[in-house]
């Protein structure tokens, strides 16, 4: 299995923090940055072999410096790939890096793939265990009551069997409380359907989108998180969570 790390992103909601500073290497506690956090989670899992950082030209030397000082520490393989990029107007979109990535790579393999802006604080080897066990595509997914929390987000809803039916980005009026998180379990033919999705013109952004074209393609399993999760994307939610865990 491989592992796939989008931090190439420009967080311009986290200004001035994320102005020269990608997001990814923000600290939570001390100088331990959120990426620590998943590499970490990673290290449970015994089948994953390599992990790859997809980040921008922009700030490709701060993650080099960071696997300088930090990369030792794990025992996975981590390769950062810088996909090119500069500026916002020029970025990939989270789909585009995947994408990016897997060509890059010539990834054939089951993939983990996550959001280096997500914090949680759940068992990531419990969402794996799932999907070995069921053998299907797995995402993340969380009970959120606050409505205009989830109009933020990607809302799912799942059948009795716990499919993937619908999903929407950013809905007006969310029809569930059922919140998709960028943690996501793909199996290797999914792997190969990145491409096609983009040859079709889709969206390149939020990745929750080829959820939202992969599921009406194939079976997409809901994994109801037990714990915590948090989408570090403002600097509001940067401090909710340095202020508990850190």
């Known amino acids: 299995m491989k592992a796939i790390i989008l931090g190439a992103g420009y967080a311009t909601r986290l200004y001035p923090l994320t102005k020269h500073f990608p997001k990814a290497l923000l600290p939570i506690e001390e ?9 970490e989670q990673f290290e449970s899992i015994e089948a994953i072999s390599d992990v790859y950082i997809v980040t921008n030209s922009k700030f490709y030397n ?3 410096e960071w696997e300088k000082n930090f990369g030792q520490n794990f025992k996975n393989s981590i390769t950062i790939i810088n996909n090119g990029t500069k500026e916002e107007e020029d970025r990939l979109g989270a789909i585009g890096d995947i994408n990016f990535v897997i060509n890059d790579k010539n990834i054939k393999q089951d993939t983990v793939i996550i959001a280096g802006d997500n914090f949680f604080d759940f068992y990531l080897k419990d969402v ?15 009970k959120i009551l606050e409505k205009e929390k989830l109009k933020s987000m990607g809302v799912a809803k799942i059948d009795k069997h716990g499919k993937i039916i619908s999903l929407i980005e950013k809905p007006e009026n969310p029809q569930t409380n059922d919140a998709v998180f960028a943690i996501y379990f793909y199996k290797k033919d999914t792997i190969a359907l990145f491409s096609k999705y983009l040859e079709e013109g889709n969206p390149r952004d939020a990745p929750g989108h080829f959820l939202g074209w992969l599921h009406k393609r194939k079976d997409v399993l809901a994994y109801s998180i037990k714990g915590n999760c948090y989408d570090i994307g403002t600097i509001e939610s940067y401090e909710q969570v340095r202020k508990i865990y850190g």
């Open 31 to 39: 100088k331990k940055p959120i990426i620590n956090y998943i590499l």
């Open 62 to 64: 701060f993650f080099a």
């Open 128 to 142: 794996y265990n799932f999907f070995e066990n069921n053998k299907k595509d797995t995402v993340c997914t969380m």
